[in-house]
């Protein structure tokens, strides 16, 4: 398949593994003590723009959110390949092994790991573990959105020379909470869930709203004339 000849799009990266909180700075006015019990809510608005399709009220299927279930066990278990495979499409994984750059990514995201650790014991304190707590809504995202979503992956893995075809999506606002010996914390997030031609479901660290970013990219994988 002959690529476009184009740079690569200047975007947000859709599949940070310090998505949600997992590293970087975190506002120590929403962490409360164990005993209190105390929820506090770091909101993230969720699409409602007309183009999405209401889901009315029914929650998501299990299986369209295990893998944000999967990405947190994987820090709570020190497996950073639960991690990738979360938020990873398998195409992009074989890619990457073909290559032999897959290991680079184990590790790089094994260091993450260490880092979430490391800080989230700092907030909580010892043997903190994060935790998905329950739905609050969602959305199916419609054709377009998910045609968006394609283009994140195939923008973010540019360089893999790997195309990618999604056949179902959601976007899923939802509650999660991280709890160590001293503190914890309630937080909401809002992400997209996408399905592969293979029926995995995996997730993209962004909302509806933010794969707007990708409207009027050229597919790098389309045929050129």
């Keep these: 398949?002959?690529?476009?000849?184009?740079?690569?799009?200047?975007?947000?990266?859709?599949?940070?593994?310090?998505?949600?909180?997992?590293?970087?700075?975190?506002?120590?006015?929403?962490?409360?003590?164990?005993?209190?019990?105390?929820?506090?809510?770091?909101?993230?608005?969720?699409?409602?723009?007309?183009?999405?399709?209401?889901?009315?009220?029914?929650?998501?299927?299990?299986?369209?959110?295990?893998?944000?279930?999967?990405?947190?066990?994987?820090?709570?278990?020190?497996?950073?390949?639960k991690i990738i495979a979360a938020v990873t499409p398998q195409c992009y994984i074989d890619a990457m092994k073909n290559v032999e750059r897959y290991e680079e990514f184990v590790n790089a995201t094994d260091m993450d790991i260490t880092m979430t650790m490391e800080q989230w014991t700092t907030l909580y304190g010892a043997d903190p573990k994060a935790s998905y707590i329950d739905e609050i809504s969602n959305t199916k995202l419609n054709e377009e959105q998910i045609k968006l979503a394609e283009l994140c992956y195939k923008y973010t893995y540019y360089d893999l020379n790997t195309d990618v075809t999604l056949t179902d999506g959601y976007e899923?606002?939802?509650?999660?909470?991280?709890?160590?010996?001293?503190?914890?914390?309630?937080?909401?997030?809002?992400?997209?869930?996408?399905?592969t031609e293979d029926g995995k479901w995996q997730m993209i660290a962004l909302s509806a709203e933010m794969l707007k970013q990708y409207e009027g990219a050229e597919d790098p994988f389309a045929e050129v004339e």
Excluded at 44 to 66: C, F, L
Excluded at 187 to 195: L, Q
């Design 1 to 81: 398949m002959k690529k476009r000849n184009i740079i690569a799009f200047a975007v947000l990266s859709a599949i940070m593994l310090t998505a949600f909180g997992c590293s970087g700075e975190t506002d120590d006015s929403n962490v409360q003590p164990v005993t209190e019990n105390i929820t506090t809510e770091n909101t993230t608005e969720s699409s409602t723009e007309s183009s999405t399709e209401a889901a009315e009220n029914t929650p998501a299927p299990q299986e369209v959110i295990q893998p944000f279930i999967d990405y947190f066990d994987g820090f709570n278990e020190g497996n950073p390949e």
């Design 172 to 195: 899923v606002n939802f509650k999660y909470c991280v709890e160590g010996a001293d503190n914890r914390e309630e937080s909401e997030e809002t992400a997209c869930f996408v399905c």
